[in-house]
């Protein structure tokens, strides 16, 4: 599975971005997919999650309430929608993937990597 992440950019804060995460190679629809993000001097964390099934979502404390998770196995892209985004949100942003049928908790669960697209939040 390639994955092809999009949609970063400079935003100031309190707007919004909407990430998408394009797969291609096979389909995405029995993989957990994640989004990931690494600020400059530090380690790459874990933002949000969603099953296969888009039946259960996971949000970082630090990010709930303001961004979405969501997936269109349809067309094989999963989305991270970002809104009232704040300076600390500034980082390199990484789509995942975990194995096939596998939950995607952890950096250790994820499978797939795909290149990461740069959030840049302004005050």
């Known amino acids: 599975v390639q994955l092809q992440a999009s949609g970063g950019g400079l935003v100031q804060a309190g707007g919004s971005l909407r990430l998408s995460c394009a797969a291609s190679?096979?389909?995405?629809?029995?993989?957990?997919m994640g989004w990931f993000r690494q600020a400059p001097g530090k380690e790459r964390e874990l933002v949000a999650t969603?099953?296969?099934?888009?039946?259960?979502?996971y949000y970082a404390d630090s990010v709930k309430g303001r961004f979405t998770i969501s997936r269109d196995n349809a067309k094989n892209t999963v989305y991270l929608q970002m809104n009232n985004l704040k300076p600390e949100d500034t980082a390199v942003y990484y789509c995942?993937?975990?194995?096939?049928?596998?939950?995607?908790?952890?950096?250790?669960?994820?499978?797939?990597w795909g290149q990461g697209t740069q959030v840049t939040v302004s005050s």
């Open positions: 995942a993937a975990s194995r096939s049928m596998r939950y995607l908790k952890t950096k250790d669960d994820v499978y797939y």
């Open positions: 190679g096979r389909s995405i629809g029995t993989y957990s």
């Open positions: 969603i099953t296969w099934s888009g039946d259960s979502k």
